[in-house]
């Protein structure tokens, strides 16, 4: 099962491959543009991209905008060369034939949901509300009202319409009491089948006469294949099975959506797939956002396979080609897709428009209608000097050099670049360089951002595979912009008030280092560590010369280091991917730090009657913490120092200890410990 791409990436980082400066030469990047998602970001104009990567040249589009209409429902291709397009603007139904368009027909209805032709070469329209059929000759197609032909009972809307030239039968797909009915010619309505669901939505034909009819509300796909004889081919997870197209060999392929959000639109009988612009909900989805969408195939046995399956659009439209192969139109971006049978998808159009409202890629009068807003586009061709690939705009980080620009394809393309500093280009951009028929210097000044295109004007049939963009940046400094080394938490800015009596019980001479760094260019970065004692002017270093450290972090062993207050060094430097005149040095020192890791010693060290008495002195300081205990005992109990605060390194204690040394013969322990955890432990008795 594939996830067809269709979300155009955020950021170029994301959607481009990028060969940094480890597998290429010193410096050099690469924009690399080599699967579905890096071309389909960019800007297709009468080309197609497949899940594979391959871009080719698409159909060539002549645009005529209907403004008059505000929805495209359905259409219908004459003979003649004109098609008809059934609308929500006043249930008109609009005609157009040599790129002019015009009002063919006239309706009471809201809107012309389907157009078919009848073997007398009739064109019939179903419509809402009110469940009108209306039947017209070409004749008729002057613009002036019509009248209903056939009305049906009970129903208020008729959603899709079938022709079954060989019964001369039409059946209609009805709401809201999931009915499809069976019409003659003559205008005799029966009930052919009557479903459990509010509304069935879409109707098709099969080789054997057999009818395929699909539902919203549990999204059933119905095999009917004689009247009221109907199994479910298909339940899908999805809203509604919005359209169906049969194959000659009998192959069904169908079209099931979920649609976000609900339904905003007054008329709370009509189901979510058919909101409409105008009607209070958005175009071809009831939601302000696109839904999800899934193709679905049936071989001749009803087996099921899932071709291709969306998470960012719906599908409002399915037909079948010249080939019988399905193309489905998507709701968001306004892109026509297929699949093959091993599931490899392709982008076949992407329009200007939002939705893809109707669809004919049979015979000579290829076209398609789009919604939002409302444009119709005959296909005249392939390839040609319209068919340009334009990609996203890559962003290089910083301003940048460019190098040689490379591709692979099949068949003879045309590619060219543009630079500019800014994220959409403008007038500041330069001009789109000279056309590149073979990989050579991309031509364009040094900038930040850069844009490629792809011509397709000298061979039809070229396919691209893959683009790479050469690139250097200027060489931004990196700066390291804090040095944290053994400092513990301060507390500073915590809400909350640090414990009372907490201190390090257990001495550590490891000192950890540890910075951060701004890397513009995210260059490798090497870092040499050195280390100062507070008083002195040298630097020691922390590594051998050979020593090539690229973390950001170090742990210093100060094992026989004398006691005292240091501070750390980092010098930073990008030598490890540039050349010597190109290299960038930053250093930054640290806060001062002490390294302690002798133990405090006790002096004067009394206990006289109540009186615990002494001295805790640390060469360093400051004294953190004392207690004492009676020998053989687990409870140990503080003692605080005579000026009440341990703030230096030689602290003198006075404390009662009646309390917990009961009078008499006793031996008290006592430990004192230092600001890095050191500890002296001391015994004292009493006769």
């Known amino acids: 099962m594939n996830k067809i791409l269709l979300s155009t990436l955020a950021i170029a980082t994301a959607s481009l491959t990028w060969a940094g400066p480890e597998a290429e030469a010193v410096g050099t990047r690469r924009f690399v543009l080599n699967q ?18 391959t871009v080719e040249a698409g159909f060539t589009l002549t645009d005529a905008p209907i403004p008059d209409a505000s929805s495209i429902w359905s259409s219908l291709a004459l003979k003649d060369g004109t098609v008809l397009l059934g609308t929500g603007t ?83 797909a009805t709401g809201p009491e999931g009915k499809l009915f069976k019409i003659s010619d003559a205008g005799k309505a029966d009930v052919y089948f009557d479903s459990e669901e509010k509304h069935l939505v879409s109707v098709a034909l099969g080789p054997a006469g057999t009818v395929y009819a699909g539902s919203s509300g549990e999204a059933l796909l119905f095999e009917i294949k004689a009247p009221g004889r109907a199994t479910v081919l ?24 979920n649609y976000s959000g609900g339904s905003s639109s007054s008329r709370s009988s009509l189901p979510m797939g058919m909101m409409r612009p105008g009607m209070g909900g958005s175009a071809g989805g009831g939601s302000s956002r696109p839904g999800r969408g899934e193709l679905m195939r049936f071989d001749e046995k009803g087996v099921a396979e899932q071709m291709m399956e969306s998470s960012s659009t719906h599908f409002p439209t399915l037909v079948l080609d010249d080939q019988e192969r399905p193309v489905v139109g998507g709701a968001s971006e306004g892109r026509l897709y297929t699949v093959t049978d091993n599931h490899v998808e392709r982008v076949l159009v992407d329009t200007e428009e939002k939705i893809v409202a109707a669809i004919n890629l049979v015979g000579g009068n290829k076209y398609i209608a789009t919604g939002d807003p409302v444009v119709f586009h005959t296909i005249k061709g392939k390839g040609g000097p319209d068919a ?91 700066l390291i912009t804090e040095i944290k ?48 004692r507070e008083g002195s002017k040298a630097w020691f270093a922390l590594l051998e010369n050979a020593v090539l450290h690229t973390s950001t972090s170090y742990t210093w062993d100060t094992t026989g280091v004398p006691e005292g207050r240091y501070r750390i060094r980092v010098d930073a430097t990008d030598e490890l991917v540039n050349p010597p005149g190109k290299v960038t040095k930053h250093s930054l020192i640290s806060s001062p730090f002490t390294v302690d890791n002798t133990a405090p010693a006790f002096t004067n060290l009394k206990l006289a009657g109540s009186k615990l008495t002494g001295t805790a002195t640390d060469q360093v300081g400051p004294i953190a913490f004392i207690e004492f205990s009676l020998v053989g005992k687990k409870v140990w109990y503080p003692v605080h120092p005579t000026d009440g605060v341990f703030d230096e390194a030689s602290e003198t204690f006075d404390v009662d200890v009646s309390n917990h040394v009961p009078k008499g013969p006793h031996l008290v322990m006592i430990r004192a410990y230092d600001d890095n955890g050191n500890k002296v432990e001391g015994t004292v008795g009493r006769n």
Not at 427 to 441: C, E, H, V
């Open 388 to 478: 340009v690939w334009t990609s996203k705009v890559m962003d290089a980080g910083l301003r940048a050099n460019w190098g040689k620009l490379e591709w692979r394809a099949e068949g003879a393309l045309e590619l060219q670049t543009r630079s500019g500093n800014t994220k959409k280009p403008d007038k500041t951009w330069s001009a789109w360089g000279k056309s590149l028929a073979a990989p050579g210097a991309i031509d364009a000044p040094a900038a930040r951002y850069l844009q490629i295109r792809a011509r397709w004007a000298k061979d039809p049939n070229a396919k691209l595979f893959e683009v790479k963009a050469a690139f250097i940046t200027d060489n931004a400094r990196a």
């Open 90 to 172: 006043k249930g008109r139904i609009y005609k157009v034939k040599g790129g002019k368009v015009s009002v063919a027909a006239e309706t009471d209805a809201m809107a012309v949901t389907s157009l078919v032709l009848n073997s007398a070469g009739d064109i019939v329209a179903g419509t809402f509300p009110e469940g009108k059929i209306y039947k017209l000759t070409t004749a008729q197609l002057d613009g002036k009202k019509v009248e209903p032909w056939v009305v049906l009972e009970d129903t208020e809307h008729v959603w899709s319409l079938a022709y079954d030239s060989t019964k001369k039968s039409l059946y209609a």
């Open 36 to 53: 579905m998602s890096n071309f389909t970001s960019g800007d297709l104009e009468g080309v197609s991209v497949a899940s594979d990567g």
């Open 234 to 257: 298909h339940d899908f997870d999805r809203t509604d099975v919005k359209a169906i197209a049969v194959t000659s060999k009998g192959v069904v392929y169908a079209v099931a959506n």
């Open 485 to 532: 080394a053994g400092e513990d938490s301060d507390n500073t800015g915590s809400s909350s008030v640090p414990a009372s009596g907490t201190h390090k019980d257990s001495a550590d001479t490891k000192v950890n280092v540890s910075w951060k760094v701004e890397n513009p260019d995210n260059d490798k970065m090497r870092y040499r560590i050195f280390y100062q």
